[in-house]
T-cell receptor
Framework: DADVTQTPRNRITKTGKRIMLECSQT?????MYWYRQDPGLGLRLIYY???????NKGEISDGYSVSRQAQAKFSLSLESAIPNQTALYFC?????????FGPGTRLTVL | GQQLNQSPQSMFIQEGEDVSMNCTSS?????WLWYKQEPGEGPVLLIA?????ELTSNGRLTAQFGITRKDSFLNISASIPSDVGIYFC???????????FGTGTRLQVTL
């Protein structure tokens, strides 16, 4: 299975601050994803990337940006964090129909 | 966007009981996936279904791809405490790379 790691695992920040969440994977999968999880809402797609030069918006991309620095790395940025971006964020990779999730980053915006 | 309705939202059952949960969609899916998420972890794939009517098992877990392609079911037999977690369904259409996730079923197992 894919080894997907996320840093930081927990972060508390203030409204208006810029924050970056990092994701890396060791299995060479081309497709990488960022999801957000809120209680009662399941997982919602923020951005996804098929390759280093390919970036696509998901269903809730407003207020977020991403960078695919290398095949193994896909970072998510909040340019100016707001309290309703408090959530659990998951990075994922994909091989065929199998999606492998990282352990998650719990972000709190005060 | 597509909606996946998952029910029940939560279940409290006794060890040894069987569990059933389901997902329904307003759209047709070509692939159904079932995931389990434990506290502090990301979702882990349990079962993948690729064909309408398909019935697939993974140990005590059995999932079915509905004939209409708009629903899927997950059953857990003889539940044990380590079955505790949140179970998510996810659907995919065609060759699209995006998965649509259900809202999850939270399972609690009491001794």
């Amino acid at each position: 299975d894919a080894d997907v790691t996320q840093t930081p695992r927990n972060r508390i920040t203030k409204t208006g601050k810029r924050i970056m969440l990092e994701c890396s994977q060791t299995k060479g999968h081309d497709r990488m994803y960022w999801y957000r999880q809120d209680p009662g809402l399941g997982l919602r797609l923020i951005y996804y990337s098929f390759d280093v030069k390919d970036i696509n918006k998901g269903e809730i991309s407003d207020g977020y940006s991403v960078s695919r620095q290398a095949q193994a790395k896909f970072s998510l940025s909040l340019e100016s964090a707001i309290p309703n971006q408090t959530a659990l964020y998951f990075c994922a990779t994909r091989s065929g129909t199998r999606v492998f999730f990282g352990p998650g980053t719990r972000l709190t915006v005060l | 966007g597509q909606q996946l309705n998952q029910s029940p939202q939560s279940m409290f059952i006794q060890e040894g009981e069987d569990v059933s949960m389901n997902c329904t969609s307003s759209s047709i899916f070509n692939t159904w996936l079932w995931y389990k998420q434990e506290p502090g972890e990301g979702p882990v794939l349990l079962i993948a279904l690729y064909k309408a009517g398909e019935l697939t098992s993974n140990g005590r877990l059995t999932a079915q791809f509905g004939i209409t392609r708009k629903d899927s079911f997950l059953n857990i037999s003889a539940s044990i405490p380590s079955d505790v977690g949140i179970y998510f369904c996810a659907g995919q259409t065609g060759t699209a790379s995006k998965l649509t996730f259900g809202t999850g079923t939270r399972l609690q197992v009491t001794l």
